[in-house]
């Protein structure tokens, strides 16, 4: 069993950064993948970034790369999302979630494949 808690949400200005993290307990996350997903007011949940916790491969949809960076730290058990050049539809609650590291780089957007969340954390870009 695992449990994450993410942290670092906030009311940033349009242009701001924010750092994400996403600590995770419970047992060894060596094994696992995980994944920053948002969603947005009256939006489906979608997934942002992916990194492998053994290797660290990573993954980003199209609308957020060269702003977003996601990082790992396994001695910590934690895993980081900085944005930056945060926009007003980056606005969403930001979830991370965690799942076996296996064959990542096709399912790994997909909602109904993790078997652990955390409970969100909100980040609003507003002036």
């Known amino acids: 069993q695992l449990e994450l808690v993410e942290s670092g949400g906030q009311l940033v200005e349009p242009g701001g950064s924010l750092r994400l993290s996403c600590a995770v307990s419970?047992?060894?996350?060596?094994?696992?993948?995980i994944t920053w997903f948002r969603q947005a007011p009256g939006k489906e949940r979608e997934g942002v970034s992916c990194?492998?916790?053994?290797?660290?491969?990573?993954y980003y949809t199209d609308s957020v790369k060269g702003r977003f960076t996601i990082s790992r730290d396994n001695a910590k058990n934690t895993v980081h999302l900085q944005i930056n050049s945060l926009k007003p539809e980056d606005t969403a609650v930001y979830y991370c979630a965690a799942r076996v590291d296996i064959n990542m780089a096709t399912i790994w957007t997909s909602v109904l494949e993790y078997d652990y969340w955390g409970r969100g954390t909100q980040v609003t870009v507003s002036s």
């Open positions: 419970g047992r060894t996350v060596d094994y696992y993948a």
């Open positions: 990194i492998s916790m053994s290797d660290g491969t990573t």
